[in-house]
T-cell receptor, first 112, second 113 residues
Framework: SQTIHQWPATLVQPVGSPLSLECTVEGTSNPNLYWYRQAAGRGLQLLFYSVGIGQISSEVPQNLSASRPQDRQFILSSKKLLLSDSGFYLC???????????FGDGTRLSIL | GENVEQHPSTLSVQEGDSAVIKCTYSDSASNYFPWYKQELGKGPQLIIDIRSNVGEKKDQRIAVTLNKTAKHFSLHITETQPEDSAVYFCAASKRSNDYKLSFGAGTTVTVRA
């Protein structure tokens, strides 16, 4: 069966520091991968998605970037974090048919 | 782009009663509608989904109905139990937009014992 892993589960970072969140999927090949942000009490906002290695689509302009160095690895990064980057970041995957999407357990990011 | 509205934002029900959550969408081309349940500190888990060629789908105590003409879909939970307490999200997507999901803002369901 397929599983998705995100780490770390929680992260506290100072303003201006760099960020790297990692997501890996097991049990499938060539998944579609997604990064979402969930603000407190809000729905999920799609940040990036990828249909293959090195292929990244950005949905909203922001201080973050994404990379896919391997088939089942998706990384969310920032060179300098802002206070507004705080939130709950979720990674998701889907198969070739693009649906449904399955989510990891997220990373709670707090910026101080 | 697609706009999904979800109501109510909070819902409190007595154990054993039914819970209904309603969503509307704006893009008539949307053809896939999943529902997710999110427990505290966890990622959303898919509980049921429906495609536009179907009007209703059931899975044990959970059912989803879709009205394409009115562009709304609903989640029905019968015989609610304390473990049904969570935040529920609806979403919509379409093939022409790479099936990118547009989410509602969520409904916090509390089941009172």
């Amino acid at each position: 069966s397929q599983t998705i892993h995100q780490w770390p589960a929680t992260l506290v970072q100072p303003v201006g520091s760099p960020l790297s969140l990692e997501c890996t999927v097991e049990g499938t090949s060539n998944p579609n991968l997604y990064w979402y942000r969930q603000a407190a009490g809000r729905g999920l906002q799609l940040l990036f998605y990828s249909v293959g290695i090195g292929q990244i689509s950005s949905e909203v302009p922001q201080n973050l970037s994404a990379s896919r160095p391997q088939d089942r690895q998706f990384i969310l990064s920032s060179k300098k974090l802002l206070l507004s980057d705080s939130g709950f970041y979720l990674c998701a995957w889907s198969g070739g048919g693009r649906e449904p999407q399955h989510f990891g357990d997220g990373t709670r990011l707090s910026i101080l | 782009g697609e706009n999904v509205e979800q109501h109510p934002s909070t819902l409190s029900v007595q154990e054993g009663d039914s819970a209904v959550i309603k969503c509307t969408y704006s893009d008539s081309a949307s053809n896939y509608f999943p529902w997710y349940k999110q427990e505290l500190g966890k990622g959303p888990q898919l509980i049921i989904d429906i495609r536009s060629n179907v009007g209703e789908k059931k899975d044990q105590r959970i059912a989803v109905t879709l009205n394409k003409t009115a562009k709304h879909f609903s989640l029905h939970i019968t015989e609610t139990q304390p473990e049904d307490s969570a935040v529920y999200f609806c979403a919509a997507s379409k093939r022409s937009n790479d099936y990118k999901l547009s989410f509602g803002a969520g409904t916090t369901v509390t089941v009172r014992a």
